[in-house]
């Protein structure tokens, strides 16, 4: 056991640390994610938690005047910690700390305290693992709230009675449900409860640090693992009250739709089967927000959602805004997507026409792929003849626009005449007819009336002219 720890401190950066802690004779410990990572054969983490009996600020300083280049010490004084990047490892140095809490407040009270006391403010009993850095007892694994059979077990739980390390720092609600998406693993009965006790309590939280955890949320193999836990705890409908509002199935006249959360949440894992691409998830997550809004019950043809994906795209541009996320190309992008995450599917329904590829591949640009992506992973239904049906419709599909790419290269259009050659061609100053013109091209191209070049576009743009009465040079 004792060799095994060793050998998660073999990097030499760890020996430097322990000199210099025997040097300002205070006890060190590496502490967190690191450890647990390691125990969890995880990969090597690239941030390292240390946690001094004594002054943070000092070990670091210590350690970096020890290391090659000298790096620099960042101190963060009102924290009491510091922080030296070396070798692309971040390096973090804490003093042990007891902390305690006002009811009213979030600021604590903290104190010097002992490795305990550091161990004991910490989130989860698998985060307090501490290995010792000290010569006489150098990878002994301190366990005081027995993380080890946590690990084993696959539990997530807090070290104090959980309502109060949750509601001494209520991020922790999502951290309880992230590592449990990401590792995997359960959250003790306890912790839930205290969770959904607490949910209100997520209000304080700023919207940055919520949007990092649902990013990891995301960004782990079955994201409904974390999306489940938010919906049961009910943080979800404080946090993304849209996709709270997809839940429930509504039945009128023996007529039923299906119901739509769970339906994403299925979506959002087969998307994560298929793509690393973060946004595309994000786009998978949010591509019915729009059906809530827009559902309605017609006597003769029983639930629909008309023009769910154009509501859908503007709610994507309003929740990004509320959730403080960049309004860059990423949003657009989930815009996108969302606005278009029907058009395979109704096009794969029916016949597959060249010309409906041609619009689909011109509407989509670049994003063709990611949009057949995230449509196959939207194929959730449970009749095996369907889902046949479907996989294969959009297998015609992507073999089409394979075929229409090759030979129309319509993804990226350039329009084959421009608005100048138009011009001196019927000797026109700028008009609505040079409009009409490079329009009626552009629809003929993707009709698949003339093939997508200049001398057949051009002699189109000479047929026109003589319908709108021009007169050619
Ligand atoms: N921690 C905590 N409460 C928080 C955040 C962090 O108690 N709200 C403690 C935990 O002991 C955690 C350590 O600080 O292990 C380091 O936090 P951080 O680097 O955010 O997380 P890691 O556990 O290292 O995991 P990850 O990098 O996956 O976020």
Redesign the pocket.
Known sequence: MQEAHKKALSDPIFSIISDAAEELSLRCYV????V?DYLLNRGI?M?I?VVAVGSGIELAKKVASKLEGKPKVSVFKNFGTAMIKNKGVEL?FVGARKESYHRDSRKPIVEDGTLEDDQK????TI??LALSLNKNDFGTLLDPFEGLADLDEKIIRTPLEPGITYSD?P??MM?AIRFAT?LGFQIASGSLKAITENKERIKIISKERIVTELH?ILQSDKPSIGLGLLHKTGLLPLILPELTALQGIEEIEGQKHKDNFWHTLEVVDNIAMATDNLWLRWAALFHDIGKAPTKRFHKRIGWTFHGHEFVGSKMVYRLFKRLNMPLNDKMKYVQKLVMMSSRPIILSEEHVTDSAVRRLVFDAGNDVEDLMTLCEADITTKNPRKQRRYKNNFKIVRKKIKEVEERDRIRNFQPPISGEEIMKRFDLKPSKEIGIIKEAIKEAILEGKIPNEHEAAYEFMLEMGKKLNLKAN
């Open positions: 502490i967190g994610g690191y647990r983490p941030d938690d973090e403010r910490r989130d989860f985060n307090a720092d991020l922790r951290r990401q990891k």
